[in-house]
């Protein structure tokens, strides 16, 4: 992708996160069921989260996954089954 090309996806990118932002709780929790999904499929949706991951302290990842279970009302084992099977998803497609 050109320089040129990659500055306008990125600017879209943030403008669309501007967008999502300035929505009502409601709307954000409806767009992510939604696109979430979708996002989590790709390498780059696997890789972002493989790199927050790493970035994050042992107190953040537990109040991340106590959030996951919360929302997904799973018990923890379930919530941490899940984002531990992106991390080696994502992993494993950076071997291949």
Same mark, same amino acid.
């Not at 709780?25 to 390498?43: F, I, K, M, S």
């Given at each position: 992708?050109?320089?040129?090309?990659?500055?306008?996806a990125?600017?879209?990118?943030?403008? *669309?996160?501007?967008?999502?932002?300035? *929505?009502? =709780?409601? =709307?954000?929790?409806?767009?992510?069921?939604?696109?979430?999904?979708? *996002?989590?499929?790709?390498?780059?949706?696997?890789?972002?989260?493989?790199?927050? *991951?790493?970035?994050?302290?042992?107190?953040?990842? =537990?109040?991340?996954?106590?959030?996951?279970?919360?929302?997904? =009302?799973?018990?923890?084992?379930?919530?941490?089954?899940?984002?531990?099977?992106?991390?080696?998803?994502?992993?494993?497609?950076?071997?291949?």
């Amino acid at each position: 992708m050109s320089v040129v090309r990659w500055g306008m996806a990125t600017s879209k990118v943030r403008a *669309l996160a501007e967008q999502i932002r300035a *929505l009502p =709780d409601a =709307d954000q929790q409806a767009l992510a069921q939604e696109v979430l999904p979708v *996002l989590l499929g790709t390498r780059a949706g696997l890789e972002a989260i493989d790199r927050a *991951l790493t970035t994050l302290s042992d107190e953040e990842l =537990d109040a991340l996954i106590e959030r996951a279970r919360a929302q997904a =009302d799973l018990p923890e084992t379930a919530a941490a089954a899940v984002i531990g099977e992106a991390v080696r998803a994502v992993r494993t497609q950076s071997r291949s």
